[in-house]
């Protein structure tokens, strides 16, 4: 009984160890809008990616996300593993990020603008009557009209003139208005008769507030520029730039043999042979590179018993052994085109201009000789590459398959000694087919580092 307990007590550790291990995010993507997303990339095509990322309830979700919406991406960008039950926090867009800075620096003056008041001073302030003094003033005032009302009546019975009583009414009052308390009124000023500078003056004020308000809502946000994380010198700043390495297959000349004699069928195994080189190139853009290029063939036959011409003059046939081997070397630069089929498999086209050094060396009759030779030539190669590697690894290796052609004609030798240097009959042909395998690299291998 309690062994069962116990094997299930190590199952479910197991698989919750299984689950924190899933959940190890350490991958980083970067939209176009600038949100990133810790993430752990699970599946990588041509048009888009699968990942894993925590959702706000602490729970795994599986998502894709095409790559026209990704600005930049890294695999292992976080150093340590989030936890199953771990919620990564939010992180806020770049977007996000400026307007909260431009809510905190914006002045205080655009949520409470100053007060009119506060830049009239204390004895030219003059508060609007509320409405209970309005109606207590119109209470006053209406006793006094009726009063004038009985007085221009009665008078009007007693015989006298209303015009007169008119005048010496609006004497009084004109006399009333030359009293010091009308005379300070005056002089405090009435709200139409403030002075218009002061207005002028808080408008400018506010003018000029605002516009540095705004010059410096404009600075904070050029200064609020999202920049990537991984913008500048990453393991991603030379991904499919540089293109270095080797390859190696076999080559066969293309020179119509007519020569049916035992010498002749030794010269057509030398037609035969294989090859190797090494190159680099860097890409100027996603399709055209430049860069240096140099291969050599090889090819060696042996012949104990043979029928043989001389062979500075062509002629004395004699019997004896012969031993040769054959070799050109090429050297030039190259330029590159290369179209990209899918993320990871690539049509690369290269054309090279350059030199041929020919050598033929051997041992004839148990005597040792060398030919050198050169001349000017060309090389092309048309091949498809192959990006290999996972998520966790990097595509950083490239597996070619290629073939290419070689064009050359050498037309003197240097047989070396008191020979010297002389014109051939018929040329030799270099031209020839090949094809091969390589082995390359866009960058120093990850799992080497």
């Not at 297959?249 to 004699?261: F, M, Q, V």
Request: with cysteine; charged share 25%; net charge positive.
């Amino acid at each position: 009984m309690f062994s069962r307990i116990f094997t299930l007590l190590l199952l479910l550790i197991a698989f919750r160890a299984a689950a924190q291990r899933e959940a190890a995010m350490r991958d980083l993507i970067i939209t176009q809008a600038g949100e990133q997303i810790r993430c752990r990339i699970v599946d990588e095509s041509s048009m888009r990616f699968s990942y894993m990322y925590v959702n706000e309830k602490g729970k795994q979700v599986k998502t894709e996300i095409f790559k026209t919406l990704i600005s930049s991406f890294k695999y292992n960008y976080f150093p340590e593993d989030l936890t199953a039950g771990k919620k990564e926090p939010a992180v806020a867009s770049s977007s996000a990020r400026s307007t909260a800075r431009k809510a905190a620096s914006r002045p205080e003056q655009d949520t409470h603008p100053p007060a009119r008041e506060a830049s009239v001073p204390a004895t030219e302030r003059k508060e609007s009557p509320s409405l209970q003094e309005v109606a207590t003033r119109k209470e006053e005032s209406t006793p006094a009209v009726s009063a004038s009302k009985e007085t221009a009546v009665s008078r009007s019975a007693a015989g006298m003139p209303a015009g007169k009583e008119s005048s010496t009414t609006g004497t009084k009052r004109e006399t009333a208005g030359n009293s010091p308390a009308d005379k300070r009124e005056t002089a405090a000023g009435s709200p139409d008769t403030r002075p218009v500078t002061e207005e002028k003056t808080g408008a400018k004020e506010a003018a000029t507030k605002e516009i540095i308000a705004k010059e410096a809502v404009t600075k904070e946000a050029a200064s609020d520029e999202y920049v990537s994380p991984l913008k500048g010198k990453t393991e991603f700043t030379n991904y499919l730039k540089y293109r270095i390495g080797f390859k190696g297959g076999l080559g066969n000349i293309i020179d119509e043999n007519t020569d049916n004699t035992p010498f002749g069928l030794f010269n057509e195994k030398l037609r035969r042979g294989w090859i190797y080189g090494v190159d680099a190139a860097v890409f100027l853009n996603d399709h055209v590179g430049i860069g240096v290029a140099y291969h050599s063939y090889q090819s060696a036959n042996k012949n104990n018993r043979l029928d043989f011409p001389n062979r500075v003059t062509g002629s004395d046939y004699r019997t004896g052994s012969l031993e040769s081997k054959v070799n050109h070397k090429f050297a030039g630069a190259t330029l590159l085109g290369r179209i990209g089929m899918d993320y990871k498999t690539f049509i690369v086209a290269t054309v090279s201009p350059g030199y041929y050094f020919y050598s033929d060396k051997g041992v004839e009759n148990q005597m040792e000789y060398v030919f050198r030779g050169g001349t000017w030539g060309g090389a092309a190669t048309l091949g498809i590459d192959f990006l290999l590697g996972s998520n966790e690894t990097g595509r950083d290796v490239i597996l070619s398959f290629e073939c290419g052609y070689n064009y050359g004609r050498l037309k003197s030798l240097d047989y070396g000694g008191t020979v010297g240097r002389r014109d051939l009959a018929e040329p030799i042909s270099l031209s020839r087919l090949d094809f091969a395998v390589g082995l390359r690299f866009t960058r120093f291998p990850r799992y080497l580092r």
